[in-house]
């Protein structure tokens, strides 16, 4: 995912321009999360925001490093800032590692690893200094963001304590570092304040927020929380918007967030990355939580939030994946009926563990699993989508296109979940409406507005 920040101010006179900068963020929302910081802090100091290329005095690539295509990906875009304008900064996963990059696009100007927020506003003072005073500019409270103002990520931790054969994040991003909770909600709060109405969580693992910082104490609003995955979705259900748990591992104190859910404190949904439904493959994986029963866990957080959507994804074609260990990947699927899948072809990551496993699997025999698996997804997506017909919905406008508005229900994330189409010409992006849903396909629902 490619996002450009396109809003800039109207300039000051030539010779008191600001200085401009360009910003190409790709990857995750964690990275999205990391080039809002970038800009807010360069806006603290008098920078503007090119909304072109052509228009910008140094670009600012936010790379993706996970698999080879994001890689491909970041590599295309940081040739493109280049042939485009010239003078291009890269940061993010992939400039962990720098020479990869310079290899291929010797004449970027420095290279910075994720999450180095100093580092990549050091390298625009050594190649853009500020020219005036930053006092002078004004910047809501809330920071410069990237997503619409009606939704924003809230990020809690950084890095991952995880060893999964197939990723490098803990290199990339390092060990568990989670925020205070006391910090955390007062960002939520600001946000909350400037009009979200929406709060995705993310993190690398959500579920294991706090455990680093030993679950330490803090007082937020008169009362004392803990650094804590529960105490968080308490704290949050309390400021009277959406809020959307994402990567959220299986782990048995995860239950304690259904109650809040069935109770609408915050929204019946979790995006938890299973990854695969064979115990072999997973142990293969170095999955966390990989011994623990996740269709008895499914069934039990449905015993206590009939309604939650359950999101994920998973990889096929992992190296040494048996016909037999994929069948239990489909016939896991079956069972669990999750309401929304992604999948992903396996792809070495270099220096991923799982370079060294045997029996790779050839690539025409992933891309026939793969479209297995999705077409197995699909069905049952439908089928889901099928049974909410009839049913009258709150939903959030996103967008508008002519006469049509699109929106999200309590059970669809924005940019990876599917949508509720509406005919009318009356909303617009941030709006709350009441909708009756009468059609449904695969993956989106067709609503009708109810007036009043």
């Known amino acids: 995912m490619r996002q450009r920040q396109a809003g800039t101010h109207a300039s000051a006179p030539a010779r008191r321009r600001a200085p401009r900068v360009g910003f190409v963020s790709l990857g995750c929302p964690k990275a999205l999360v990391d080039s809002e910081r970038i800009i807010t802090q360069l806006r603290a100091e008098g920078y503007e925001v090119a909304p072109t290329y ?9 790379t993706c490093g996970f698999i080879e295509a994001a890689i491909d990906e970041s590599l295309d875009a940081i040739g493109e800032a280049l042939e485009h304008n010239g003078r291009v900064i890269v940061t993010g996963c992939l400039g962990a590692n720098p020479q990869r990059i310079r290899a291929r696009h010797p004449r970027v100007l420095e290279v910075t690893g994720p999450a180095a927020y100093a580092a990549v506003v050091g390298a625009v003072h050594a190649h853009l200094p500020p020219r005036h005073d930053p006092f002078t500019e004004l910047l809501p409270p809330q920071g410069v963001r990237l997503t619409p103002r009606h939704y924003a990520y809230l990020k809690i931790a950084e890095g991952c304590n995880n060893r999964c054969s197939f990723c490098i994040i803990p290199t990339l991003r390092g060990a568990l570092a989670s925020r205070r909770i006391d910090e955390v ?28 910082l030993r679950y330490a104490g803090a007082t937020w609003r008169g009362a004392h929380y803990q650094t804590r995955f529960i105490d968080l979705a308490r704290a949050l259900g309390s400021l009277g918007v959406w809020v959307r748990l994402h990567y959220v591992y299986p782990y048995p104190h995860v239950d304690q967030v259904l109650p809040l859910m069935a109770e609408r404190r915050v929204l019946p949904y979790l995006d938890v990355p ?11 994986m170095r999955r966390p939580a990989r011994a623990e029963d996740t269709l008895a866990r499914i069934r039990a957080w449905r015993s206590v939030c009939p309604e939650l959507t359950l999101r994920s994804t998973f990889i096929v074609g992992f190296p040494g994946e048996t016909e037999a260990e994929f069948t239990e990947l489909l016939e896991w699927l079956d069972a669990a009926q999750l309401d929304r899948v992604g999948c992903f072809r396996y792809s070495p990551v270099e220096g991923a563990a799982a370079n ?16 297995r698996f999705m077409e197995r997804a699909a069905a049952i997506s439908a089928r889901r989508l099928a049974a909410r017909v009839g049913r009258r919905l709150r939903v959030l406008v996103d967008a508008v296109e002519g006469t049509s508005a699109l929106a999200r229900s309590e059970a669809d994330a924005p940019q990876i979940d599917g949508v509720v189409r509406i005919d009318s010409a009356r909303l617009c992006p941030g ?22």
Do not use: M
Not at 54 to 62: E, F, G, K, P, S
Not at 432 to 451: F, H, K, N, P, S
């Open 54 to 62: 052509q228009a910008a005095d140094l670009v600012v690539v936010n």
């Open 185 to 212: 909600l007062g960002e939520a709060e600001r946000l909350v304040a400037a009009g979200v109405k929406e709060l995705l969580v993310i993190s690398q693992d959500t579920s294991a927020y706090g455990s680093d």
């Open 274 to 284: 299973f990854q695969h439904g064979s115990p072999t493959v997973l142990r293969r």
């Open 356 to 371: 060294a496993l045997a029996d790779p699997v050839p690539a025409e025999l992933q891309n026939e699993r793969y479209e």
């Open 431 to 452: 709006d709350w409406a009441d909708v009756e849903i009468v059609a449904a396909d695969a993956y989106d629902l067709t609503g009708r507005l109810i007036d009043g």
